[in-house]
Nanobody, 126 residues
Framework: QVMLVESGGGVVQAGGSLRLSCSAS????????MAWFRQAPGKEREFVAG????????DYAGSVKGRFTISRDNARNTVYLEMSGLNVEDTAVYYC???????????????????WGQGTQVTVSS
């Protein structure tokens, strides 16, 4: 079992930036591909960004490409999401997720991820 804890959410004005962090309670963090998903009120949870085990492959949703950057620090068991150019459509609860399959790929479907954090709220005001 892996516990994931997100932090860094908050309220920011449109055009602003935030950095989310997700800490994992496992000594084998580098075995897991990681991802960020988000869920806005009344909407399905959607893929935002993913990163493979080694950190040399990433994938992004089209809506955030060029604005968000995912990265990881395997020594600190932490994955990050740097968000810039935020707009009101980015308002959502952001979830960190871990894929336990021992693969170098990045997957974008919810069912590909086995462990989830509790989420952190990001609110962008106009």
């Amino acid at each position: 079992q892996v516990m994931l804890v997100e932090s860094g959410g908050g309220v920011v004005q449109a055009g602003g930036s935030l950095r989310l962090s997700c800490s994992a309670s496992t000594v084998t963090f580098s075995n897991y591909a990681m991802a960020w998903f988000r869920q806005a009120p009344g909407k399905e949870r959607e893929f935002v960004a993913g990163i493979n085990r080694s950190g040399d492959s990433t994938d992004y949703a089209g809506s955030v490409k060029g604005r968000f950057t995912i990265s990881r620090d395997n020594a600190r068991n932490t994955v990050y999401l740097e968000m810039s150019g935020l707009n009101v459509e980015d308002t959502a609860v952001y979830y960190c997720a871990a894929d336990r399959r021992y693969t170098m790929s990045v997957y974008t479907r919810r069912i590909d991820y086995d462990y989830w954090g509790q989420g952190t709220q990001v609110t962008v005001s106009s």
